[in-house]
């Protein structure tokens, strides 16, 4: 399966961005979903993740309350919206797809990666 990552873009703090990720080759509507965020110099950091009905959803500590994780198995697509962004958001996000219908929480439970989306929030 492939995932493309999109909604990226610049942003001032407090404001709102929406990612998405869509699969193409196959559904990915039996797998959990996650996103991950890295920023330079630093480790990959999981961000959110979903089960394959979304039943279960699973944050980070530093945006809980401020991000939402969602999925559309009709569309073959998983959102992250994000709201009252920081400049410590900035990084370059990556959805990922596990091969189990779980939502890991590490990047060693995914097995296929998306290119990967800037995120810049400037304060």
């Known amino acids: 399966v492939q995932l493309q990552a999109s909604g990226g873009g610049l942003v001032q703090a407090g404001g709102s961005l929406s990612l998405s990720c869509r699969a193409s080759?196959?559904?990915?509507?039996?797998?959990?979903v996650g996103w991950f965020r890295q920023a330079p110099g630093k480790e990959r950091e999981f961000v959110a993740s979903?089960?394959?009905?979304?039943?279960?959803?699973y944050y980070t500590d530093s945006v809980k309350g401020r991000f939402t994780i969602s999925r559309h198995n009709a569309k073959n697509t998983v959102s992250l919206q994000m709201n009252s962004l920081k400049p410590e958001d900035t990084a370059v996000y990556y959805c990922?797809?596990?091969?189990?219908?779980?939502?890991?929480?590490?990047?060693?439970?995914?097995?296929?990666w998306g290119q990967g989306t800037q995120v810049t929030v400037s304060s």
């Open positions: 990922a797809a596990a091969l189990s219908s779980m939502a890991p929480v590490v990047p060693s439970g995914y097995r296929y």
């Open positions: 080759g196959r559904t990915f509507s039996n797998n959990g």
């Open positions: 979903i089960d394959w009905r979304g039943g279960s959803t």
